[in-house]
């Protein structure tokens, strides 16, 4: 069995948000810069900071364009060099066909036919690809149409609908007798049948309770379209397809969406309004499913008509109506949708208690400027630290694409899934590789059913479990591919050699170790004890290790919400720290930091960073420590990664001391910032020895600052105790 099978860059870049981070990119100061081109030399496969530089040098590639700025030499060079990796490495993914790619042959000519060469040389390998040729197409739009023009009528060779060729060639001026959005048949009859109507009610208790908890990336879309073939009444299928939809509808290109995206969203979109528009497609907490994002305007009409369909003919028009009015109200605006909503008859036929709760969605507005919005100098507080850095030690490369598609959150929402949804699924996957989302998916429902499993579920069950500690046995996921005491002992004795087999494979690798030992935990207390004591011969302050030997020792095996056990090695040094603390502290920062909103930002998913981009982060911030945003992305990665891993001890205790680390530098640096968010979430969310460590620190600020330092809010006050 192989055990490190490659993840293509294009398939990596399609699914961070490469488009989030160039926009970041024009607020990356001088020093952070520099930082990271100095970081991307010891990890040149970092694609999140790649794209953020790329974002960065575009903000000084606009001014030249749109002035007569002489070029300056190393920057131009600098940009160039991030482009043709991109078209080397992963000239397939849409990010490649951005505006951060453009160049402008008057104004920086030799530029533009450095990388006009290099896609020319690209497309030459990359016979059959589509997304090649309309990237390129969108270098050569403005500049070279008729080259343009070729390419995308190759592209139509390959594949006559597609929806880029058919959108640029529009632009182009080139008639191609199709618009967008492209007919949509659809035979199956209208509104819930009962069949329908029984996976309606499934399909929402799975939302309720895992609607976020899964990503999607286009191989799970791939999986899910494979199985609406099979049967087209799985809603949950058309449900995911839509949220992977919205996530990725909108480009940094000439047409500012993505149009092949947008039409698969318009084709599963009509089908749910048609079948069943009475689905919680908005759910109580606000948050959207599948139809928040603002739709192109040919996309967004048909809907709208859909919607306002649905809403005179469903037998239960007060869903209906809080979807439409949500949706609506992100396309038209508030008095648009009123205009929309008031007149028809099923509004006014509503009873008053509906209709008041319906008119106070339709009013309710949340509006906070996004940082791009804000005033910032982030260079006005910048700092250049010349450090020497060490080269990153990585996990193996499919077990760091396994946590960066947080397959933990598969495996619990795979919990949830109904008998239909299995066996749909299990009818399409035939390479669990290709889709890891999916397979954790199913690995989850068989889990939850162990006991009941038939003999060839319980050998698909055996083999997708035996696959994940084959392949990932150094990822964040697979200590929770486990079984249990009572579980069947033949089982537990294979499994149990297997994760031996792994541990002689890499006798000194203590990710392999940890995860067997926490493995193990669950049936085999003696082993994972063992394991655990080995890996402390040869890394004496590993903090999982500590804390399995402790939860072991103890019997804690079902203490699964705390990390327990004290920490003096990592206690000692904050102690260090905050008698240390420098009694004068930047306001400049701490200003900055009040304007980003840190507070808000540390609940972000901050990128989806995956590892490489968060070590490189980590290594951005020991040579510019002031830069506020990236700050705030370690500490949100951390808030979202600390409970995804270690499924006997809950909370990642690395990923602990390192939030920690962070929050006591916010509380040493800016104390005049607004800080309580951290405070207070850290004592909900960490470690007890944590929570003392930082009131520690805060007393000692206090002393010198007064007692504003991470003090309640006015937008959270306390209550008042009756």
Same mark, same amino acid.
């Given at each position: ?5 490659? =993840? ?27 930082? !990271? ?36 030499? +190393? ?40 990388? &006009?060469?290099?896609?020319? @040389? ?42 880029? /060729? ?30 329908? +109507? ?5 399909? #929402? ?31 949950? /299928? ?84 809080? @979807? ?42 949340? &509006? ?10 982030? @260079? ?43 066996? @749909?699924? +299990?009818?399409?996957?035939?390479? !669990? ?110 903090? !999982?290790? =500590? ?120 509380? #040493? ?37 007064? &007692? ?7 937008? !959270? ?6």
């Amino acid at each position: 069995m192989v055990n490190s099978i490659s =993840v293509s860059f294009k398939e990596r870049a399609d699914y961070y948000e490469m488009e989030y981070a160039a926009k970041l990119g024009g607020l990356l100061p001088d020093a952070s810069a520099k930082a !990271f081109e100095k970081v991307l030399l010891l990890n040149p496969n970092d694609l999140v900071n790649r794209a953020r530089l790329l974002g960065y040098y575009w903000k000084y590639y606009k001014q030249l364009v749109a002035s007569s700025i002489k070029p300056d030499p +190393e920057k131009c060079a600098k940009r160039v060099e991030h482009i043709l990796w991109f078209i080397e490495n992963a000239s397939g993914c849409i990010f490649a066909g951005n505006f951060y790619f453009a160049c402008d042959p008057n104004k920086d000519p030799d530029s533009y036919k450095k990388v &006009k060469s290099a896609w020319e @040389n690209q497309l030459k390998h990359d016979l059959n690809c589509s997304q090649s040729r309309v990237n390129f197409a969108f270098y050569l739009l403005d500049h070279d149409p008729k080259f343009a023009t070729n390419l995308l009528l190759e592209v139509r060779q390959i594949e006559p609908l597609n929806e880029w /060729a058919l959108s640029l060639l529009h632009i182009l001026g080139h008639e191609t007798g199709l618009v967008l959005p492209l007919p949509i048949y659809n035979p199956e009859s209208q509104l819930a049948d009962e069949i329908l +109507e029984s996976r309606v009610n499934s399909t #929402e208790q799975m939302l309720d309770h895992w609607s976020f908890g899964s990503a999607i990336t286009k191989s799970t879309v791939d999986t899910q379209e494979l199985v609406l073939k099979k049967d087209h009444l799985d809603i949950w /299928a058309r449900l995911d397809i839509l949220r992977w939809c919205e996530t990725n509808m909108e480009r940094a290109n000439r047409l500012g969406f993505d149009p092949a995206v947008a039409q698969r969203w318009y084709r599963h979109a009509l089908w749910i309004l048609r079948n069943a528009p009475h689905i919680k497609l908005i759910l109580s907490s606000g948050l959207y499913v599948c139809f928040g994002e603002k739709i192109p305007t040919p996309f967004f009409t048909p809907v709208r008509e859909a919607f306002i369909e649905a809403v005179s003919i469903t037998r239960k028009p007060v869903q209906v109506l809080h @979807n439409a009015i949500n949706f609506l109200k992100q396309n038209l605006g508030i008095e648009e949708t009123k205009k929309l909503i008031f007149p028809l008859q099923a509004w006014k036929n509503l009873a008053q208690t509906n209709r008041q709760k319906l008119l106070k969605e339709l009013n309710w507005t949340f &509006k906070i400027k996004t940082i791009f919005e804000k005033n910032l100098d982030l @260079n006005s507080c910048s700092v250049y630290n010349d450090l020497e850095l060490q080269k990153p030690s990585f996990p193996s490369e499919l077990s760091m694409w396994a946590d960066s598609l947080s397959l933990s959150k598969a495996n619990y929402l795979g919990y949830s899934y109904s008998t239909d949804c299995a066996r @749909n699924l +299990e009818a399409v996957l035939t390479s !669990f590789q290709t889709d890891l989302i999916s397979t954790a998916r199913l690995y989850g429902y068989y889990s939850r059913r162990r006991q009941s499993l038939d003999s060839m579920q319980f050998l698909r069950y055996q083999e997708i479990m035996k696959w994940f500690i084959e392949n990932v046995p150094d990822s964040d996921f697979v200590s929770e591919v486990r079984i249990y005491e009572n579980d069947d002992e033949e089982l537990l004795k294979s499994m149990r050699t297997l994760w031996q087999k792994q541990i002689e494979k890499k006798p000194k690798n203590s990710l392999v170790a940890t995860n067997a030992a926490s493995w193990l935990a669950h049936c085999d207390n003696k082993t994972a004890l063992e394991i655990a004591k080995n890996i402390l011969e040869y890394e004496p302050e590993n903090i !999982f290790a =500590v804390s399995l030997v402790y939860g072991l020792s103890a019997d804690c095996r079902n203490v699964a919400y705390q990390l327990d056990f004290h920490d003096p090695i990592f206690e000692a040094e904050c102690d260090k720290r905050i008698r240390n603390f420098p009694e004068i502290a930047d306001r400049t920062l701490a200003t900055i930091c009040d304007k980003i909103e840190l507070y808000i930002y540390g609940l972000l998913y901050c990128l989806r960073l995956p590892l490489p981009s968060f070590w490189s982060n980590e290594q951005a911030l020991k040579l510019n420590p002031n830069d506020a945003i990236l700050r705030c992305e370690v500490l949100g990665r951390c808030n979202l990664s600390e409970q995804l891993r270690r499924p006997l001890i809950m909370l990642n205790p690395e990923l602990a001391r390192l939030t920690t680390r962070h929050i006591l530098w916010l509380i #040493e640096n800016v104390p005049h910032a607004d800080l309580h968010f951290f405070i207070r979430h850290h004592e909900v969310e960490g470690v007890p020895s944590h929570k003392k460590i930082l009131a520690k620190a805060v007393k000692a600020q206090r002393k010198i600052y007064g &007692k504003t330092v991470a003090a309640y809010r006015p937008q !959270f006050p306390k209550k008042k105790k009756s």
